[in-house]
Every structure is written in structure tokens, then in C-alpha cells.
């Protein structure tokens, strides 16, 4: 409210732009929503989920982008800290959890196996939100993502495969090796690896399979971290014994 005049939180963010971190070539707050695709009305008729957590995360990392210039003043133009607080109720509600991926807040559906795997020791820290995002709404849908996250994941557990019980890990490298994860099963042209019913299968159908892997993924790293508890359980079980 400078001198005394309401300002809407687009105007407010769209005057202090040049601060935001992740404008890349974009000038005007209007020219980034149009570069992604972002459209908000003041009275929608329809919000759905996905829109819901879409705006929170836009508030939130615009608001974190150009904290410093809004509150230099004093008083400060708005309450920052309300926004964060009214955004993060609305994510409690909805079951969703605040994770940040490379300096951005993302929220995901709270996935407790998710974020026990993210967590352990086997994930490296660089690549931990990777088992995170999985689960972010801007990833459904899209094959691409989803493949590259899963490969991520294969690679991890790849020399850590002998440590795997079947029929788990011979199921889940039977997926990743078949299912154009970690080979191009597409291309007719490389007939060692092509697959046609990978091929014509709908996305739809693969992102079904996609996600069965993803979970796969996670029970193996949990029977992983299990693997590293034995021998401490073990000396219990010794102590228990006597």
C-alpha cells in the first residue's frame, strides 16, 4: 500500500520483476505467464487440484524472489510471511508437503516411502528431490520426465543389483531394460532392442507401467537400506538371545 494506495500482488510483482531469479529472458511479469503458459482470471469458474497448487507454488517463489525489495520498506508494501502462512495451510489440507528442487518450492503429495527413500544414505543429496518430483503434478503426463527420473533411479540401483531379492529385482531391470526406459525400444531400425508392442503402446498405458516401476524403484532402495541394518539387528538379536 505505497502512499497510501492498494497495489494487487501483480502489480506488486510485476514493478520489483527484474529481481526474480527466474525470468530468464522475460521483462514484464505479462511476458513470462505468456512465455509458461500461465493464465490466471480474477474469478475462474473451475479449480481444479492441479491449478490450486500451481498458483500456491507461483505466489511462493515469486514472493521469495522479491522478498528483499518489498520489504526494505517500512512499512513493508505486504506481509510476506502471511502469504507463506496461508499458502502453507491451504498445502497441509491438501496433504501435500513443501520440498525444494534446486532452490524452487515445489509441493508434492506427502508419499512417506518417497521421502524416507529421498532421505537414505543410498540417494546421493544432488539427485534426492528427483525421487520427490516423481510425485509433482507438473510431471503427470509427461512420459519424457517420468523416463528420465527412472533412469536416474536404474542407474543408482544397477550396481547394487546382486543385493536385490527376486523376484523384485529381476522384474524391475525386465522393465527398465524393455520398456524404453534405459533402451530405445522404439526404433525399428535397431532390431536387437525394438520392441513392437512398446512401440503402439498409448502413452497412457505406458505411463501406467512407468509409474509400477517408479514404485518398484522405491521398495528395492528400502530392501537396500534394510540390507545395511542386518548386521547391528543381528547383534541384537545375539544380546536378545542370551
Wanted: with cysteine; charged share 20%; glycine share 4%.
Amino acid at each position: 500500500m505505497p502512499n497510501g494506495q492498494l497495489i494487487s500482488l501483480h502489480d506488486l510483482i510485476n514493478s520489483n520483476f527484474l529481481a526474480v531469479t527466474f525470468r530468464k529472458t522475460c521483462l514484464s511479469l505479462d511476458e513470462f505467464d505468456e512465455v509458461n503458459g500461465f493464465r490466471f482470471i480474477q474469478f475462474p469458474q473451475d479449480v481444479d487440484l492441479e491449478m490450486l497448487v500451481n498458483i500456491c507454488e507461483y505466489i511462493w517463489n515469486m514472493l521469495q524472489s522479491i522478498q528483499p525489495q518489498i520489504t526494505c520498506n517500512y512499512p513493508p508494501l505486504i506481509n510476506v510471511n502471511l502469504y507463506y502462512q496461508q499458502i502453507h495451510a491451504v498445502i497441509e489440507s491438501l496433504g501435500y508437503s513443501i520440498q525444494n528442487q534446486n532452490g524452487y518450492i515445489i509441493f508434492v503429495p506427502k508419499d512417506n516411502v518417497a521421502i524416507s527413500v529421498a532421505e537414505s544414505t543410498i540417494i546421493p543429496e544432488n539427485i534426492s528431490y528427483k525421487v520427490i518430483e516423481y510425485n509433482h503434478h507438473s510431471v503427470k503426463g509427461n512420459i519424457e520426465a517420468k523416463k528420465g527420473i527412472l533412469l536416474k533411479l536404474s542407474e543408482l540401483l544397477e550396481p547394487k543389483r546382486k543385493g536385490l531379492s527376486n523376484p523384485l529385482g529381476s522384474d524391475l531391470f525386465f522393465l527398465i531394460n524393455n520398456f524404453n526406459i534405459r533402451h530405445n525400444n522404439t526404433d525399428p531400425n535397431d532390431k536387437s532392442k525394438y520392441k513392437s508392442k512398446v512401440a503402439e503402446m498409448p502413452d497412457d498405458e505406458l505411463e501406467h507401467i512407468y509409474d509400477e516401476v517408479y514404485q518398484m524403484c522405491l521398495l528395492a532402495f528400502m530392501e537396500l537400506e534394510h540390507a545395511e541394518r542386518k548386521g547391528w539387528i543381528s547383534e541384537l538379536k545375539k544380546v536378545n538371545e542370551r
